[in-house]
């Protein structure tokens, strides 16, 4: 399959200073791209709300920057300080800064302001993958918001929430006529999030199913490909799968898949990871360059360890797009990851975003996913 490449504007930087003085706050850090297209533009949020901008300097001498990142354009004056209008509340917030260049989002900036929300024991974490509980929160929530469209009074769904790593963000982002409701295989770590996240968040539910899992839940009693989702129809606005469709036969895929369109409102939006073997992958993998070497058969994909399939689990690319479309949805975007050993993904797996169809069948774009694939 050819994979048409579109330009998305990728970002690096830091907010070093988020200082609170009465009604307002004052922000510093800096912001560049590495491709040399210059920052123009700085959004300030409040959790999910924007705030009137006092004052904003942008391009202010970086030399710090510059010694970090010798070789990147614009890094010796990429420095920012701005002051906003502060709400009422003051505490137990994510501020988040968003820069913006010629009309297009780079990758949020956050910093947590006196958070509430205790972080779970590193043996939870290690659990469902390991990495650092509050950066995967915030990459997540980021393309969420600014690749999925999520917005702040979404109803959302967590497939396979484990600890509460994609919940965490969102609990400092949904408003309060958002809701969001998780599910998974380990109890321990459920019972985690309804004490410390649920328990301070009202609208944040989490709930254990009982579903077999050679890895995860060996004991389990539920079998994947027949599991009704505990939701009724059209219950929810934005479904979200990180690391799910990852370890996942494609029986189960497509099954969950199924369950995602009956629960979701038509026009509803999924954003869910995966290992997408494209021909580019392919050459990757057989080059040795990928760190997940997808290259023995097994259910309808390819996994790296045929001891620990479940370890971790690709599709063909064309296959998958076609699992998707007799599911329901279309797709909106497809940003590869760089599990392969690609130069340039957004994140380590491909991340799909993908609309509900309405019950009538209407397309709004051409089928396939080579039209979509954004780098």
């Known amino acids: ?49 924007p705030l009137d901008r006092i004052q904003l300097e942008l391009r202010l001498p970086s030399p710090d920057v510059a010694a970090a990142y010798p070789g990147m354009p614009g890094s010796d004056r990429c420095r920012f300080q701005l002051r906003a209008q502060l ?17 297009e989002p780079g990758r949020r900036l956050y910093r947590f302001i006196d958070p509430g929300l205790p972080q779970p024991p590193r043996e939870h974490v290690d659990a469902v993958g390991g990495g650092d509980f509050i950066l995967v929160a915030l990459e997540m929530l980021g393309y969420f918001i600014d690749r999925a469209g999520l917005r702040p009074g979404d109803r959302v769904l967590d497939i396979g929430c484990g600890v509460g790593r994609i919940a965490y963000g969102l609990a400092y982002y949904l408003n309060q006529h958002g809701r969001y409701d998780g599910f998974d295989v380990m109890r321990s ?91 580019e ?23 790296a360890d045929r001891q620990h399939p479940e370890g971790a689990v690709g599709f063909d690319a064309a296959e998958m797009n076609s699992w998707i479309e007799e599911g329901g949805f279309r797709v909106s975007a497809l940003y590869p990851g760089s599990w392969c050993g690609r130069s340039g993904g957004l994140s380590y797996q491909d991340l799909l975003v993908l609309e509900r169809i309405a019950s009538d069948g209407r397309r709004e774009s051409p089928r396939g996913f080579s039209r979509f694939w954004r780098k």
């Open 1 to 49: 399959m050819t994979i048409t490449r579109t330009a998305v504007l990728e970002t690096i930087g830091s907010l070093d200073i988020a200082a609170i003085d009465g009604d307002g706050v004052t922000v510093a850090g800096w912001a560049a791209a590495p491709d040399g297209t210059g920052i123009d533009e700085l959004k300030i949020l409040w959790g999910s709300e």
């Open 87 to 103: 709400p009422i509340r003051k505490s137990d917030v994510l501020l988040s800064v968003l820069p913006m260049a010629g009309g």
């Open 189 to 279: 770590l459920i019972d985690w999030a309804n004490r410390n996240i649920a328990s301070r968040r009202p609208n944040f539910e989490f709930r254990h199913v009982n579903i077999h899992n050679r890895m995860y839940n060996p004991g389990g009693t539920l079998r994947a490909d027949r599991f009704s989702f505990p939701y009724p129809d059209a219950s929810v606005d934005f479904v979200t799968l990180t690391s799910v469709f990852t370890h996942l036969p494609q029986r189960e895929v497509r099954h969950y898949l199924s369950e995602i369109a009956r629960v979701l409102v038509p026009g509803g939006t999924v954003a869910a990871t995966a290992f997408l073997l494209d021909s």
């Open 281 to 303: 992958a392919r050459a990757l993998i057989a080059r040795g360059r990928s760190t997940q070497p997808l290259i023995h058969p097994y259910k309808g994909g390819c996994v």
